[in-house]
């Protein structure tokens, strides 16, 4: 087992996650803020030079988990793996987010689709790696929307 | 706190984090599995159809960590959010892979930079909302070759 520490906090517009769109264009304009606890503030250093970050974060309501699941937004049960539900093994939350800017710990962002609160756990810069094209979507090309 | 439970177990040609490449072509094109353990076998339903998945994985050789860190590739100390280094605070490692087939609950893949025996903590669709275009990369554009 290892121990996750929160590093700071998500403040949204989205008080639970079920007032987090679930897809379409909302999701990719949502402005909120990452606050980073003041301890951990110089690790921010560098961070203003990128466009855009990753940020790791936790599904704090999420009470357990199933292998199999029904997406947020489509019919059908498909495996937690191939899915974003919240509701996984390890309830960890990854969101892209393009930085508008900081000021001190608090990063102002655009594209948050996570719910108010949320425990931070880490930021990474997004890299080229992280960039793919071609991309095919499995189940969700074809899937109904609920 | 937070505890994670690992899922499964990365197989690569890297034995040590210190024997995989930093930067260039290689790191996208190393082949290795994703070994998922067999309790968690049917939470992989539905994920053959995807190209690309994220790899939440341990930095299972970091111990402890500095906000200011030397990147491994590049001069100069930078804040640790804004570096993809092994030692920070909640060591998760993050890895796009392309996903060559599945065999049962085993994910050959194409991409690894981790280290042998890195223990997974989460697999997810790499869907639409990881991909971004025009990104600047801050330090990393102008730093200096270690």
Redesign the interface.
């Known amino acids: ?7 700071g906090i998500v403040h949204s517009l989205f008080k639970r996650r079920e007032d987090v769109p679930t897809r379409g264009p909302i ?2 304009e949502a402005i909120g803020e990452i606050e ?1 606890f003041k301890e ?1 503030e ?11 970050i ?1 940020v ?1 974060w ?1 599904f704090h309501q999420s009470k357990g988990y199933e ?2 699941v029904e997406p947020l937004a489509y019919k059908g049960l ?7 539900h919240p509701d ?3 309830p ?1 939350g ?3 987010v ?1 930085l508008i800017c900081r000021d001190k710990n608090v990063l102002r962002v655009k ?1 948050i ?1 996570m719910a108010d609160r949320s ?1 931070v ?21 074809t899937a109904e929307r609920r």
């Open positions: 087992m290892y121990q996750l520490r929160p590093i999701q990719y980073i951990y110089d690790g921010l250093k560098d961070i203003d030079g990128f466009s855009h990753v790791l936790i292998l199999l498909r495996g937690v793996f191939a899915t974003g996984r093994p390890n960890i990854l969101t892209v393009k594209g689709d425990p756990v880490d930021i990474k810069p997004y890299v080229y790696s992280y960039v793919r094209k071609d991309i095919r979507l499995g189940w969700i090309e």
